[in-house]
């Protein structure tokens, strides 16, 4: 165990012990709220460059702990039972070479396991109100005016949903046009109301 230590605080393995101290601080202030990991996904440059080795889909906090795990392992093995016995210019050069080594045998390790965490870390985009933008809605209040009105509509994925519908001055549509079981196009939302303006629905879209 002592050796263990000793080696985590030399030379090359402290770049590893280094790396893993940063990373548990990230692990602390994500399980205080402080840091989203899941909103860590890497992208911008760093995407860019992590997509040709497939692990843009991970979260760095991910990938720089298990970098830190596998290096930091392959460099106590190799310094305890390598660099334990040299001093000098030998220690020197075989410290550079354990240190690229574990660096290699860490990247290696980090693409392997990078498609399975992958799949845990799938980032899901929230549905937006505007998906329903274009779709038809089937009345379902006894009518439609500008400040009252209820129907229901389809989600892209086939989910179905109760929304507010409204109808608007300029639109082509009357105030109370719309009845109980008549179709209306959705064609604006709303934010501030979560409500949905609607219109007729165009000949090509009624036959279908």
Sequence with gaps: MADVLRASVELPTI???ALLAICAAMWLLSLVGVLDIEADAADGLLDDALEPLHLSEVPTTI???SVGLAGWFASVLASVFLLDSRSGTALAILSVVVGIGAAVFALGVTIWIAPKLGRIFVT???PSK???LGRI???RSATVTESSGRGEATWPDGTV???DIRTTTGAGLA?????????ALLV???EATDDFIVDRVPAELAES
């Design 161 to 163: 949903s109760t929304v």
């Design 63 to 65: 990938l720089l702990t």
């Design 15 to 17: 770049v590893f012990t």
């Design 137 to 139: 809605a089937e009345v």
């Design 175 to 183: 105030a109370g046009e719309l009845k109980r079981g008549d179709r």
């Design 188 to 190: 604006d939302w709303v």
């Design 124 to 126: 899901q985009t929230a």
């Design 130 to 132: 505007r998906d329903l």
